[in-house]
């Protein structure tokens, strides 16, 4: 497990999960979304310079799915272990970062075995309970292309790192968007990891920002 987060995190810095995550600094998903969430909200509609609390929210959301996903595909894939997410916490100062108190997972080398637990791993134990809490009303379709959109961006810097994981990035994109709440949020595009989401993250109405790579709004049909 150690081997694997290590791996993992050369990829990128979304792609770390620390290890020994214990501390007065690291809290529990549920408190931390219970206690700081609205915190980290205020922070991220002040960096984006957004008086729009649902577009602070959505971009919000998205960034901490992609810091989920990142490392659990990381393993996955590099090292066919799926890190066990039950003893994550959460330090949300001097920046967001996620740790491990204690190290777990599952080898698993099968695709549909891997999209399963991956699944149940981050969507189900994690992106559920935070899209329960967020304190603002978001459009449940809307943080479902986030998760997605996530999902299929940390699989593309997967593939850029690693060029011959492209074909079972591919895959694994494809069966996690045919699994639970997944199903309809975006869709693959081309022989590779393009990827259309079904539902727009907003970020065009952030000051200076604009419309994104996988984003819906602006193509045909």
Request: glycine share 14%.
């Amino acid at each position: 497990m150690r081997a694997a987060l290590g791996e993992s995190a050369a990829a990128g810095p979304f792609f770390r999960l620390a290890g020994g995550a214990a501390g007065p600094s690291w809290q529990q998903p549920d408190r931390f979304y219970r206690d700081a969430l609205a915190g980290l909200l205020a922070d991220t509609a002040v960096r984006l310079g957004t008086a729009e609390r649902r577009v602070a929210a959505s971009i919000m959301h998205l960034g901490y799915a992609a810091r989920l996903w990142s490392p659990v595909l990381g393993c996955a894939l590099l090292r066919q272990i799926v890190p066990d997410l039950g003893a994550l916490r959460i330090a949300a100062t001097p920046q967001l970062r996620l740790g491990l108190a204690q190290l777990s997972g599952w080898h698993q080398a099968d695709p549909h075995g891997q999209a399963a637990l991956i699944y149940d791993t981050v969507v189900g134990a994690h992106l559920e309970p935070l899209a329960r809490a967020m304190p603002v009303k978001i459009a449940a379709g809307l943080l479902r292309g986030n998760a997605a959109s996530a999902m299929a961006g940390a699989l593309g810097e997967l593939a850029r790192y690693r060029p011959p994981l492209r074909a079972p990035a591919r895959e694994l994109a494809a069966l996690l968007l045919a699994t639970g709440t997944l199903r309809g949020a975006g869709q693959l595009t081309g022989p590779g990891l393009g990827f259309v989401r079904a539902s727009c993250c907003l970020y065009y109405r952030v000051p200076g920002g604009g419309i994104c790579s996988d984003c819906p709004l602006g193509r045909p049909g």
